[in-house]
């Protein structure tokens, strides 16, 4: 009689332990699903700030398509980074949009306004250089899969 109850918490016990086993392995795959979501709504992100950066190094200024497909794909930016991120993204659409804008202005105005704006343009597109050198290097902690997805790293 007493053997028999000893076999009986045992099993319970066993039970509860397998339970508590299938209910952590389920916290972990919802977990590292949730991760590689997140992944998946920032890479797009990432390729249309490069794509951007890469058509202005390549073009010389942004275009009005390179601008629009830039601001679509960064829409979700706010919600996906954090507010320091999404503040480096709105920069380089910012820098972008002035540099296309004085771009135009150049060969529109007075001798002086083009002396400026020649100026504003190579100042933006210097720094929209560096940019496309530093865009990896920022996305980075996003994007990276090792030791938050487990063995899909």
């Known amino acids: 009689m007493l053997s028999a109850s000893i076999f009986s918490a045992v099993v ?5 332990i397998f339970t508590a086993v299938i209910q952590w392995r389920q916290w972990k795959t919802a977990k590292t699903k949730v991760q590689l979501d997140l992944y998946n709504m920032r890479l797009p992100v990432y390729q249309a700030t490069r794509d951007l950066l890469a058509s202005i190094t390549t073009d010389g200024f942004p275009g009005p398509a390179d601008l629009w497909a830039y601001a679509k ?3 979700q930016a706010p919600f996906l980074f954090d507010d320091a991120f999404a503040a480096k993204l709105a920069a380089i659409y910012d820098r972008a949009a ?6 135009k202005l150049l060969g529109a105005g007075t001798a002086q306004a083009n002396k400026e704006a020649a100026a504003r343009c190579v100042e933006h597109m210097a720094w929209l250089r560096e940019q ?4 990896p ?3 980075a902690p996003y994007l990276r899969l ?3 997805a487990g063995r899909y790293a």
């Open 12 to 16: 319970v016990a066993l039970v509860g």
């Open 73 to 75: 794909a960064t829409e």
């Open 98 to 103: 002035a540099a296309s804008m004085d771009q």
């Open 132 to 135: 496309y050198v530093a865009v």
């Open 137 to 139: 290097i920022m996305f």
């Open 146 to 148: 090792e030791g938050r």
